[in-house]
């Protein structure tokens, strides 16, 4: 595919890819304190109609009603919402994360299609909301890449120079010694699943910014499976107590110039699931590998 090294074609693989990046960034702190959460696609469509809904109430002289900032933080404050939600019902009623999560998606996406009718909701088209997720810094770097290379630096340093992020490699390597070393292994899992809302938020930010619509059956569709693929690949262990998200960010990356690549070569994008799934695979087998 002779246009794939062009410059262009690159930086739209980075603006393409922020999306599920910022979901993935959130996952990999799930994943390795021990979790999952299958509800991050359906979450990201109601917290993106949550933003919708209110960037698009304007007054009759055109001015917005609610300020984009607020709208953009009512947003993230529903998909933290929904993290706390998953995160208290798996500690506290102790349940398996992949069957609370799941449930969870099933509901967001449930809500989202009652209030926008399984329609598709227009947003305000302004320049203001519609440039996060299309504009460029210096007309050459995708803002939603900035905003996502951001958020994994200051994850980073969470992750590795605060007693959270160990806490939360203790947690996933081993739950029953880390309780036992006083760590309140609860409010570990609860935060991690919060931060995962925060990302997923951000996600939905760029996602809405980017079409100024919602689709409700639609928006979101996938893409935590693509965020857990991004995860895997990043060298993250779905068994918790590893990973790093400079990995995260190489996994992600390298999801975009697969499917980029489907694409340029005209493979049919009906075996984008075939060639993903074949990828997580190959990721796991690798890691039982090594171990």
Known sequence: APRF?????????????????????????????????LSAGPVLATSGAVLILLQRMVNPDGSAVIPLPIAILACCAVAVAFGFLNGIIITKAKLPAFIVTLAVGIIARSVTMYFCRGATIMGNNI??????????????????????????????????????????????????????????????????????????GVAATIEMSRMAAVAAATSGSQYEFEAITAVIVGGTSLAGGRGRLVGTIVGFI?????????????????LSGAVKGAVILFAVLMQRRER
């Open 5 to 37: 090294l062009n410059p262009d074609n690159l930086l739209n693989i980075l603006r393409n890819t922020s999306t599920v990046g910022a979901i993935a960034l959130g996952m990999t702190f799930v994943i390795i304190a021990g979790g999952i959460d």
């Open 254 to 270: 390298i999801l975009g110039i697969v499917n980029n690549m489907m694409i340029m070569l005209h493979i049919s994008p009906y």
């Open 127 to 200: 320049p203001q909301f519609t440039g996060i997720g299309n504009g460029s810094l210096f007309d050459l770097i995708p803002i939603p890449f900035i905003v996502v290379v951001v958020m994994a630096l200051v994850f980073h340093a969470l992750l590795t120079r605060t007693k959270i992020g160990t806490y939360v490699f203790a947690v996933g390597g081993n739950e029953n010694a880390a309780r036992y070393s006083g760590i309140k292994v609860d409010r570990i899992r609860i935060l991690t699943y919060m931060l995962a809302g925060l990302c997923t």
